[in-house]
């Protein structure tokens, strides 16, 4: 089992749709979760930092974390075609000791006009 | 306030060539952090440094090394360089003055093609 797996993706959705990506991960003493944005030929960009169970909100963007069932969501509403990208999810494992990430494989998002 | 900045964008090499990438941050951060990317694997820790005077190996260290040349800068070498090395090579820093604060910070990456 991957440490953490993103929904394999690519999603597509149309403009002013909720965009939901999910992502679950193995390790029960993970304490910090993350979402990346990465456009096409750029660097991962953070959006979305998660460290409770519950939901948290940033304009647009939910992250929602659900510790006992070892996932944690993004939901874009009223996406944009600017939204399209590749999104990243990152789990700071006590496996890995505290000061490394584990990043999900990506899921790439499509918002048609 | 520049964050994180990488050196060089854009490399060819040739089998066994040796280069060095750089990277500096001016947050005052205290771990940094390189990771290649390659299609369909995500993002791969190679080595990171948790704070200045220490490194240590991630996921994929083979055929690399680092230094932690002070608190700003981290440097990757390649010792010879191989096909398998091409890729996309981000570094990344993080402040790392408690547990929960695990939020990194990516510099632009550096294109590595190794022909």
């Known amino acids: 089992q991957k440490e953490v797996e993103q929904n394999s993706g690519p999603l597509s959705v149309p403009e002013g749709a909720i965009a939901s990506l999910n992502c679950t991960y193995s390790d029960r003493g993970s304490q910090s979760f993350f979402w990346y944005r990465q456009y096409s030929g750029k660097s991962p960009e953070l959006i979305m930092s998660i460290y409770s169970n519950g939901d948290k909100e940033d304009g647009r963007f939910t992250a929602q974390l659900n510790k006992a069932s070892q996932y944690v969501s993004l939901l874009i509403r009223d996406s944009q075609p600017s939204d399209s990208a590749t999104y990243l999810c990152?789990?700071?494992?006590?496996?890995?000791?505290?000061?490394?990430?584990?990043f999900g494989e990506g899921t790439q998002l499509t918002v048609n006009p | 306030n520049a964050g994180v900045t990488q050196t060089p964008k854009f490399q060819v090499l040739k089998t066994g060539q040796s280069m060095t990438l750089q990277c500096a941050q001016d947050?005052?951060?205290?771990?940094m952090y390189w990771y290649r990317q390659d299609p369909g694997m995500g993002l791969r820790l190679i080595y990171y440094s948790a704070s200045e005077g220490t490194t240590d190996k991630g996921e994929v260290p083979n055929g690399y090394n680092v230094s932690r040349l002070n608190k700003r800068e981290f440097s990757l070498r390649l010792e010879s360089a191989a096909p398998s090395q091409t890729s996309v090579y981000f570094c990344?820093?993080?402040?790392?003055?408690?547990?929960?604060?695990?939020?990194?910070?990516f510099g632009p990456g550096t294109r590595l093609t190794v022909l």
């Open positions: 990344a820093s993080r402040l790392g003055l408690a547990e929960t604060y695990n939020e990194q910070f």
């Open positions: 947050m005052n951060h205290n771990s």
């Open positions: 990152a789990v700071n494992s006590r496996e890995t000791s505290g000061s490394r990430l584990t």
